[in-house]
């Protein structure tokens, strides 16, 4: 399974932000759309990735006063991303050794989108579903002289 799978499954709703946009005002929108991260973007190009852990750090660093703090001061600038042609099982380790919950996918220089952890770990259960599901009904129409053989 590769990430483009993830992609075509989640959708194309993409969130970005701009790196001098106030911290105080992006988190509002987090929250109102239920959101855990943002690609941040400059002259239409991936900067950074702002996550609800900077959010939380910069919270307790700053006593919860978020004042003119800017999404630039805070997001992660170097955001570890594959493609979207990466194969998940590249993913899955990378993402486990680098504690990353969201990995931006990025195509010859372009976002593509943003996966999360959550997408990763829903595509390999429904993978494993449907492979057992298969598997369950191979059984089911395992041919009866094979099924009497083995008994004998």
Excluded at 33 to 62: C, K, P, Y
Excluded at 102 to 126: E, H
Excluded at 136 to 143: E, L, N, S
Aim: hydrophobic residues 40%; proline residues 3%.
């Amino acid at each position: 399974m590769k990430v483009s799978d993830i992609l075509r499954v989640k959708g194309g709703t993409l969130y970005t932000v701009s790196p001098d946009e106030n911290l105080m005002q992006v988190i509002r929108v987090m929250a109102q759309f239920d959101i855990g991260s943002l690609a941040v973007m400059e002259q239409g190009r991936l900067v950074g990735m702002l996550t609800f852990r900077e959010v939380l750090h910069t919270i307790a660093q700053q006593g919860g006063d978020l004042g003119a703090v800017s999404v630039r001061s805070v997001m992660d600038r170097q955001p570890v991303s594959c493609s979207s042609e990466t194969d998940l099982e590249q993913v899955r380790p990378l993402m486990l050794e680098k504690h990353t919950r969201y990995m931006p996918v990025m195509d010859n220089g372009v976002l593509m989108g943003v996966i999360s952890f959550y997408d990763v770990a829903k595509a390999v259960v429904d993978s494993q579903n449907f492979e057992n599901q298969m598997l369950k009904a191979y059984i089911r129409d395992w041919p009866q002289e094979e099924k009497a053989a083995s008994k004998g």
